[in-house]
């Protein structure tokens, strides 16, 4: 169940991305060349990780046999569990489990 939640938030990402664009480009070619302001582009804001997410990318890693590379990277951000880990680290943790697994 974990994938399907992730798969509907990476949707909802997608959606809200072309939602976006499309009100970017409607702004752009609906108003008037001369009363349109120049703006500055703003910087694109991530969206959130969800403790979900992390979860089911880390329990993809347990079930292909690395629990133990698991644990030790929740230990690393000073957690038993998932849901002890500070989500402002979320990013972080994701990017050091990508390598789980990734023998070169």
């Known amino acids: 169940m974990s994938d399907m939640a992730q798969t509907i938030e990476e949707l909802r ?61 929740l230990q690393k951000y000073g957690a038993a569990k998932l849901s002890q880990v500070d989500p402002k680290h979320y990013e972080a943790l994701l990017k050091d489990a990508e390598v789980i697994g990734n023998a070169t």
Do not use: C, Y
């Not at 702004?27 to 089911?56: C, G, M, Y």
């Open 13 to 73: 990402s997608a959606a809200a991305a072309i939602t976006d664009a499309a009100n970017w480009l409607s702004q752009q070619f609906n108003s008037d060349a001369e009363e349109a302001p120049i703006t500055e582009a703003q910087p694109e804001k991530k969206p959130e990780l969800t403790l979900e997410q992390v979860r089911a990318v880390l329990a993809d890693k347990s079930r292909a046999g690395h629990t133990a590379a698991v644990r030790d990277l």
